[in-house]
């Protein structure tokens, strides 16, 4: 006999609200169970509090109940439902919400089945004169209602808020999901940014759209303050999801087929339909490496097998890998510390399977089959096949159907904050991995180049009149070059990069086919008004404008550093992250294209790596990882005419791997801006000139193959400081040896 007990539903007395309940009310708060084991619920059954020691508060008069005291039924039939109510009493207000978790218990005092909770948030009874958050809601700033978007696609969804009440949002505050489509999102917590009264924000989500369907997907949002308590008007983003081909190769089995779900699985005794997840798996992978075997004949092929094939209607792991020689069977891995049997312990374990599935391998999951339970391994075990990453999430082929779904809308559950790859954590159980010796590798170039990487690099923007990548240069550091700047690099380069403050004829000095402006003010711990910025940079663009010397001009200068305007800790600056950055540079871009009409604005290159402790020379600070602070700036990037780039790099392997990568990365995510290089080179004091050389030929000639790059500009031609990336002696002006092996 089995016990087993479902959540159905939840109800509170008639205006009760949670989020503030005055100190003292008594209330009543029902939950619906249904009985899912084959045991009759009768007086024995009791429900307790659980979790007494570890934040789970009482509100009740006592902490178990017998089950005939809180229910509607006095015994509860296996598959009927029940009503189980309890009278709460709100305690005294606190900085946190309270809550209360409980379980039904066995006769013999085992809990089992779903635990349930309610959070409560108690407030004063004589509220007049508290301070109270509250936001309005202003407008959709990036990804209108509506919008469609491919599936798999990533995306940031913006809305613009004011903080319409008397507090101050600080960094307790959370945007928190309320309802619809969980799974756009790879949390259901986020941090909110700060504001004071009657200041407007963005409110930032990264998020990706679902496999998709015929009828929008619609998330909605609200603001929580320190004390949990939810505020100011609902959120929503509400979008059309595309379907994006997936060509897997696979043939898709169902367990359910009429052919064989009432056949005996293996030895026996459990039937496909009971226990043939895992073997209908092995039939798709088998499919996708060229093997053709429904369920029905594997099972059959796996039953003659002398060892590896089934215990009772239990499938070997190794099966595949025994009974067929080309298959290998590289293991089970889990990032769970306990409770997956048979699993090996990897932290690492998405990226493990990102590679796979990238390689053309193949990764099956185990999930937990009703995953609003907790995880029960010899009731709810069931296995799916991985078919492809999507954003924060996974393409899988389901066996019960033979049908593809989002991993996490079908087996994801989140009960706390934590970040997407947490997430998925949290719904693989476990992850078996096979490859095959005679899959088809990608085809590679004589540069060792995977042809697909490189179709994947599509260009679809404005033709560049030069019909090439043109091979530039960083103008002198200080602005103003010498004439050994000119020497070393007239006739070399075909374009300059140079900063706001330098003049037309400075610029015209070097010959260059083309040349690139970056726009130029100091932070260095201030706050500069994207007005003032303008303005300070105004007087020094006009000239190179109505001569006609420069069109195109980057907008600053890596902006996810303190430095260069970053806000971090007690660093003052004009941005927080590169959402507030986005909408200072949509502004910049509008005041100059305002005033100068037919330029071209860019996005600036950010400084490549993780959040850091950063030493650049003279500057030093802290730096924002570049990829989260990229995609925070969407809506800044979607407006920009172009986009700049930087990558650094200290060896070949480098130059070749993440320096590039960083480029391809760009031109993946927006195929339709061009790319300007605005930064590269290798930074390192230990490595030699002549191999400085080297590796700056070598990263110019791949960025001439990715479509859509205009221009690389290596840093720096000179400056006092920087000897070991400079193309010259700043002080002797002589070569330093590396242009001698960059042509």
Known sequence: MTHFAKFISFTLENGIDLDGVPEGTEFSATWRMRNTGTTTWTSGYRFNRIEINNGGEKLTSASSFKLSDVANKATVPAGHEVDITLKLTAPAPREKFYMTKWQLQRPNGSTFGNWVFINVVAIQNNQTGLHKSSAKYIDDFTIEDGTPIEEGQTFIKQWLVKNDGQRKWNDSYRLVYVSGESSLAGSTIFKAPQAEPGEEVLVTIEMVAPPARDEHYTSSWRLHDDRNVAFGETLWVKIYSTRKPVSTGLTHYSQNDPRWKHKILGHGPRTFEEFGCLITCYSMMLSGFKERFTPLQLNERFKRMTKFGFSGSDVFFMAPAWSIGHIKYWGNFTSHRSGVPHATFDNEIISRIDSFLQAGDAVLFQVDSEPAD???FQQEQHWVMALARQGNDYLIVDPVDGRTYSLLRKYGLQQRAQNAEETLKGAIKS???????????????????SQIESGQLEY???????GHMLKGVHDRATRHPQAADITIARDKFESVKIMS????????????????????????????????????????IKPLIDTGTVEYFEFHNEPNLTHEGLIHGRTKGSWRNGAEFAKYFIEGKKLLQQEFPGIKVGFPGLSPGQSAAYSFGHDSGFRLNGNEFFTQAEAGIREADFIGVHAYYINMDEVKGPAIEEVKKVRRRWPNKPIFVTEYSNPSKDVSAEDKGKQAKEFMRLCSEIPGVWATYYFVVSGPGWDHQALREDVSGNSTGMIEHMF
Do not use: I, M
Request: charged share 20%.
């Open 501 to 540: 403050g330098a003049t037309t004829a400075e610029a015209n000095q070097y010959r260059s086919k083309f040349v690139l402006c970056r726009l130029f003010e100091s932070w260095n711990g201030r706050h500069v008004p994207v007005e003032d910025f303008v303005k300070s940079v105004k007087p020094d």
């Open 374 to 376: 907790p995880y029960n």
């Open 460 to 466: 679809t923007g404005p033709a560049w009149s030069f």
């Open 431 to 449: 992850a078996l991995f096979y490859k095959s010796s005679t899959q088809k590798q990608p085809e590679v170039n004589q540069d060792g180049q």
